[in-house]
């Protein structure tokens, strides 16, 4: 009994240390100085052999997306002087999701579970530095889309059905509200939820009229109407954001692949009008200024 618990503990270390070089290769954690964090969780293109892979679930990756978070990172950087905290996954999507809860997104693989953790842990870590440091932040999780209507769709974990509704009826729906990734922005905000969403300032609002970006919803296209598809969150900004209480709101950010992901040019004007956009809409809704 004496000799086994110090074995145990040697092979754990040695595990530990296989492991931590190749952790840190797939799942980039850079802690920055700004209240805001981006998480991209589909752009890596690793696909190691001793993980294995995925069985089920979506595993297209969202091509271009760390390019163009790169850009962003390097736009908020010249505008208000610090970076954002990043935190990248390297990995293919078919070896790990890391936009799903841990059962489906690592599907039983150690190293893939460890890398899930990795992901998360730096993502918590990160908006407990942001709630010390600033008192309240923005995460952006960002994404990469296929629909035919190439818009850039912000999800707030509202369904596509209750942005049909009215503004006074969003407005009026404390419970919707309490339920989204955005719900400690919402009482910030001197703006109503339904502004939050699609008013003139809200980030879509920004992004169309600074950038000429089509986005969903923003004030011309308040709801995704019949045919289009629209994506409005999933794990990232669900367990990431303030539903669960907390001061770091989150939005996830699908780009279109046209005029957004496709050539560098396009990903730096967005990331340019994402980075204006951004100075904007923390001095309008957190009343703060970014630099
Ligand atoms: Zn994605």
Same mark, same amino acid.
């Given at each position: 009994?004496?000799?086994?618990?110090?074995?145990?503990?040697?092979?754990?270390?040695?595990?530990?240390?296989?492991?931590?070089?190749?952790?840190?290769? &797939?799942? #980039?954690?850079?802690?920055?100085?700004?209240?805001?964090?981006?998480?991209?969780?589909? +752009?890596?293109?690793?696909?190691?052999?001793?993980?294995?892979?995925?069985? &089920? +679930?979506?595993?297209?990756?969202?091509?271009?997306?760390?390019?163009?978070?790169?850009?962003?990172?390097?736009?908020?950087?010249?505008?208000?002087?610090?970076?954002? $905290?990043?935190?990248?996954?390297?990995?293919?999507?078919?070896?790990?999701?890391?936009?799903?809860?841990?059962? #489906?997104?690592?599907?039983?693989?150690?190293?893939?579970?460890?890398?899930?953790?990795?992901?998360?842990?730096?993502?918590?870590?990160?908006?407990?530095?942001?709630?010390?440091?600033?008192?309240? +932040?923005?995460?952006?999780?960002?994404?990469?889309?296929?629909?035919?209507?190439?818009?850039?769709?912000?999800?707030?974990?509202?369904?596509?059905?209750?942005?049909?509704?009215?503004?006074?009826?969003?407005?009026?729906?404390?419970?919707?509200?309490?339920?989204?990734?955005?719900?400690?922005?919402?009482?910030?905000?001197?703006?109503?939820?339904?502004?939050?969403?699609?008013?003139?300032?809200?980030?879509?609002?920004?992004?169309?009229?600074?950038?000429?970006?089509?986005?969903?919803?923003?004030?011309?296209?308040?709801?995704?109407?019949?045919?289009?598809? &629209?994506?409005?969150?999933?794990?990232?900004?669900?367990?990431?954001?303030?539903?669960?209480?907390?001061?770091?709101?989150?939005?996830?950010? #699908?780009?279109?692949? $046209?005029?957004?992901?496709?050539?560098?040019?396009?990903?730096?004007?967005?990331?340019?009008?994402?980075?204006?956009?951004?100075?904007?809409?923390?001095?309008?809704?957190?009343?703060?200024?970014?630099?």
């Amino acid at each position: 009994m004496i000799m086994r618990i110090p074995f145990f503990l040697f092979i754990s270390a040695v595990v530990l240390k296989a492991q931590t070089p190749d952790l840190e290769k &797939y799942i #980039e954690v850079r802690s920055g100085s700004l209240p805001i964090i981006l998480t991209v969780p589909h +752009g890596g293109t690793l696909k190691p052999s001793n993980v294995l892979a995925r069985r &089920y +679930g979506v595993t297209g990756m969202d091509a271009n997306t760390i390019q163009l978070s790169e850009m962003i990172i390097e736009e908020l950087e010249k505008r208000y002087g610090g970076r954002p $905290h990043a935190i990248i996954s390297r990995l293919h999507r078919t070896k790990l999701d890391p936009n799903r809860e841990i059962k #489906e997104a690592a599907q039983g693989d150690p190293t893939a579970e460890a890398a899930w953790r990795r992901f998360h842990d730096g993502a918590t870590a990160a908006c407990a530095s942001v709630m010390k440091k600033h008192g309240m +932040g923005l995460l952006l999780d960002i994404h990469g889309h296929r629909h035919l209507d190439q818009r850039v769709e912000l999800g707030y974990l509202v369904k596509a059905d209750m942005l049909k509704r009215s503004d006074a009826e969003l407005n009026a729906d404390a419970a919707l509200i309490a339920s989204t990734s955005i719900r400690d922005l919402d009482k910030r905000s001197p703006q109503s939820f339904a502004e939050l969403l699609r008013g003139p300032q809200s980030l879509g609002g920004l992004l169309e009229n600074r950038g000429g970006f089509r986005c969903l919803p923003c004030p011309s296209k308040p709801n995704p109407g019949l045919l289009a598809g &629209y994506f409005s969150g999933v794990y990232d900004v669900a367990a990431h954001g303030s539903r669960n209480g907390g001061t770091v709101s989150a939005i996830q950010v #699908e780009c279109p692949w $046209h005029n957004v992901r496709e050539r560098p040019e396009d990903q730096r004007r967005f990331a340019i009008a994402l980075a204006d956009s951004l100075g904007v809409y923390f001095e309008i809704h957190f009343g703060r200024k970014l630099k």
